[in-house]
């Protein structure tokens, strides 16, 4: 890895961590910056902008975690182990932590007042969506995208209480939650 990748590394990972210090976007430059181990000049250098660099920050979050899903999927060997390792990938350690669940929060507010943001939440929404549907339509025919829209609105709510009341769901629980939902779902079809 260059020195410039390593940096931009060292400086994504940085805001990730102070967002989830803080809790908020009102994070400074200067703060991600003295977290990383380098300058604000080269913060700006790098990304331009407190909200490129959170941008940044978010895609290397849905990168690790298309990673985990893409891995899931790759494993499981019917359209029910797909769905369960979509849904296990989304709880993942590496993507029900603190610090990230606090950038994602602050992703969705940030989404209001950047076109960038909205757009690329809009591309998470629509791959999770289609990850989900995939395979739901073996199982649940035309009820599918429903179902799915269900199953996504409640990941996504977990995230949110989560972030409120963090020692309410384990990762375990949290997938629990969610495969139980998918469950009742099916039932309800059959």
């Not at 060292?10 to 809790?23: D, P, S």
Request: glycine share 6%; net charge positive.
């Amino acid at each position: 890895m260059s020195a410039q990748a390593q940096r931009r590394t060292q400086l994504i990972e940085a805001t990730i961590q102070e967002i989830g210090a803080t809790g908020a976007l009102t994070v400074t430059v200067g703060q991600i910056a003295r977290r990383a181990g380098v300058s604000p000049a080269l913060a700006f250098h790098y990304f331009g902008d407190k909200d490129r660099l959170f941008l940044a920050s978010m895609r290397h979050i849905l990168s690790a975690y298309g990673q985990e899903v893409r891995a899931a999927l790759r494993e499981a060997e019917s359209p029910r182990a797909r769905l369960e390792g979509v849904i296990r990938a989304s709880f993942s350690e590496t993507n029900f932590s603190h610090n990230v669940i606090a950038s994602w929060l602050n992703f969705y507010v940030l989404a209001h007042r950047s076109t960038e943001a909205q757009r690329l939440l809009v591309v998470y929404h629509r791959r999770l969506h289609s990850n989900l549907t995939r395979d739901l339509k073996q199982l649940a025919g035309d009820a599918a995208p429903g179902i799915a829209r269900r199953i996504a609105a409640l990941i996504d709510g977990i995230y949110l209480r989560f972030a409120h009341f963090p020692s309410d769901e384990p990762e375990q629980n949290a997938s629990a939650h969610v495969l139980a939902a998918l469950e009742n779902e099916l039932r309800a079809l059959a």
